[in-house]
């Protein structure tokens, strides 16, 4: 791939033209809202859905970005197509949208990026299931700030990913508030499969994942009930499967927490097998909705690449 372009204030230019004020408060202070999504065959998947909150972000926030929503999905589908003739076939996109109240006195900075997704970080875990730990820090309390705002401010997933990562090597975080009650991953949504039942954390706890919104639709297509609760570590230990969903991985299968494998020991790792029967045909349902198979393509630009996963 060339240089990808990006669009900055109302302007489509080579990333390395792409300058930033050092008083941004995006950059001061976390001062700003994002959304992400992705393409499936080099189709932006549910973009008004993530522009839809990246404007509730932007209200909470009280920023005006200066594009009302349908001039934002313009400026959106102008990147995406300034990118799209550079990257491979079998490649896909992430395409994010920054926002932040800018420079004082200056107004707000849009930005929008978009870059092939690297496949490689996560590709081997459709087969194996990633490893979740619960790190020391906690997700912020909702009466500090409301979850279902996507905001710059990240430190806290960052600190959760370097913990997980100290405490077990290539695990990714899950977060929990100060109650003990989980939220989500640092990047991820999160859900059990419990006795036929698909469970997740309750609305107002978490970001209103809007894959995890159509990971919900799928189930339910299938005969699933998804219902929402307070869980627990505990919860998770006693599941028969879990899994994880966000923008670039779909469903990825999950297979244990802090070291102890998910569902009854019939795995050879001690626990239930991985991708369990439920993650096995949500996996599936989201192929069907892509397009295409989505793991295929993951496992191939692995391949390709020949550099390890990353």
């Known amino acids: 791939m060339t240089e990808p372009i990006v669009y900055l204030n109302g302007r489509l230019i080579p990333e390395s033209e792409a300058h930033l004020s050092i008083w941004d408060r995006g950059f001061t202070m976390g001062d700003g809202v994002f959304d992400v999504t992705r393409t499936f065959g080099h189709r ?20 005006n970005p200066g594009l009302a929503p349908q001039e934002m999905r313009q400026a959106a589908e102008g990147t995406l197509a300034a990118n799209r003739e550079d990257v491979a076939p079998d490649d896909d996109l992430r395409l994010t949208l920054r926002v932040s109240r800018g420079a004082p006195g200056a107004g707000p900075t849009v930005l929008i990026t978009c870059r092939p997704i690297a496949f490689g970080r996560f590709a081997h875990l459709y087969q194996e299931g990633v490893e979740l730990v619960t790190p020391p ?13 996507k905001t710059q401010s990240r430190i806290v997933n960052a600190l959760a990913e370097i913990q997980a990562a100290a405490a077990r090597p290539g ?19 999160f859900m059990v499969v419990q006795d036929g039942l698909i469970l997740a954390p309750k609305e107002g706890r978490v970001l209103a994942g809007v894959t995890a919104a159509a990971t919900a639709e799928l189930a339910e297509g299938l005969g699933y009930s998804v219902e929402e ?9 006693l599941a028969d499967e879990a899994f994880v969903t966000s923008t670039s991985i779909c469903v990825l299968p999950v297979r244990s ?22 993650v096995t045909q949500l996996m599936t349902a989201w192929q069907e909705l892509a397009g295409f198979d989505y793991v295929a393509q993951a496992l191939k630009y692995a391949e390709r690449k020949g550099q390890g996963f990353r």
């Not at 820090?137 to 705002?149: E, G, W």
């Open 229 to 237: 609760r307070d869980l627990t570590p505990y919860d998770v230990l």
């Open 171 to 189: 695990s990714w975080p899950l977060l929990c508030n100060s109650r003990g009650v989980i939220t989500e991953g640092a990047r991820a949504n």
């Open 44 to 63: 932006p998947f549910r973009l008004e859905a993530h522009i839809a909150r990246l404007y509730r972000s932007l209200r909470y926030v009280h920023i």
């Open 137 to 149: 820090v906690r997700a912020i309390s909702r009466d500090i700030l409301d979850p279902r705002v």
């Open 257 to 278: 927490l802090n070291g102890a494998p998910i569902g009854a020991p019939t795995g050879p790792t001690g626990g239930g097998v991985v991708p369990g029967p439920v």
